[in-house]
């Protein structure tokens, strides 16, 4: 178990409105590639905020509670043929089939997304609103499946890589798969600033986690949050590894971690040889936060790879 202190700070947390153009390319995108990455300063705050609406408190400290669903996840914007969030589907009939420009966590978004600015895309949102199923009763009926989805090759991957709607089966999935998804109706969304960079040099990353809600983090194994340190390989095929974390920041607080940048272990190769010794190095990628937190379903990754470049 890793266990970080807390820092006593209290900082205050912004949002971020620029609107950037959206994306519209059929690219086959791989996990781990700039274009299905955020930028390293997603969390970089913007004065330009928009209004905020009734359906949500419009600053810190946010409440966890209240009507409706609340979900805590990092923005993603989908595309067309995305491996792990794909904004289209062709489905068994060979009709094309779009689904929502966003999602978070594991669902996708529908309803009022008008406060959900393209450049929010990689930086994590307070979403409230209401899950619902199925995902098949929002999805429009395009026409035709175009012929880019036609004898699509299924590429090498990972078996953790791939979406809810389509597995590792780029752009099609089923009429059945997409029923018996949930999806998330949106009444309110709030973007939030919770990582600043501090520092870093050969060893560790030095970072701080904001917590702007009304109530303590409290992350550790077993418990109904946990926190995780997701690492990835850096050589040969490239594995993950992680570690979990210990957190504990009081409401309206911060905690400064400093992570170990390197993480040795897991190895596929014979032990001894160089090609275990290569094997074993796993580069820090991500923080995750998984489990509750209040009313607020935890399914978010915060991006710690490039922090600092």
């Known amino acids: 178990m890793l266990s970080i202190g807390v820092g006593g700070c209290s900082r205050p947390l912004g949002e971020d409105a620029e609107r950037a153009p959206q994306p ?72 094309l089939y779009r689904g929502s420009d966003y999602r978070a966590g594991d669902l996708n978004l529908f309803g009022a997304l008008g406060d959900v600015q393209n450049d929010w895309r990689g930086a994590p949102v307070l979403l409230f609103g209401r899950v619902k199923r199925p995902l098949m009763s929002v999805v429009t009926k395009v026409g035709p499946c175009p012929a880019d989805y036609e004898n699509v ?21 089923t009429r059945a798969t997409l029923e ?30 904001s917590n702007p809600f009304d109530r303590p983090i409290e992350a550790r194994e077993g418990g109904p949050l946990q926190a995780t340190l997701h690492y990835e390989g850096m050589y040969g095929k490239p594995g993950a ?30 032990p001894g040889t160089k090609r275990d010794r290569v094997n074993r190095r796993h580069a820090l990628y991500t923080l995750d936060l998984s489990g509750q937190l209040g009313a607020a379903r935890v399914e978010l990754s915060l991006r710690l790879i490039g922090l600092g470049d």
């Open 180 to 209: 018996g998804l949930d999806y998330f109706e949106v009444t309110a969304a709030r973007r939030l600033e919770l990582l600043e960079f501090v520092a870093r040099d050969a060893e560790r990353l030095t970072v701080r986690l």
């Open 24 to 95: 519209d390319s059929r690219e086959v995108l791989e996990p781990g590639s700039d274009d299905m990455q955020p930028d390293a300063d997603a969390n970089a705050h913007d004065a330009n905020a928009p209004e905020a609406d009734d359906d949500a408190p419009s600053g810190p400290p946010f409440s966890l509670d209240g009507p409706g669903d609340i979900l805590l996840a990092r923005l993603v914007g989908n595309a067309p043929m995305s491996i792990e969030s794909p904004s289209e589907y062709c489905l068994e009939d060979k009709q």
């Open 241 to 270: 590894r992680a570690r979990p974390l210990e957190l504990s920041i009081p409401a309206g607080g911060s905690q400064e971690l400093a992570l170990d940048r390197i993480f040795e272990g897991g190895a596929w190769s014979a």
């Open 153 to 173: 090759p299924i590429p090498q991957m990972r078996s953790d890589w791939g979406s809810p709607e389509c597995g590792q089966n780029l752009g099609h999935s």
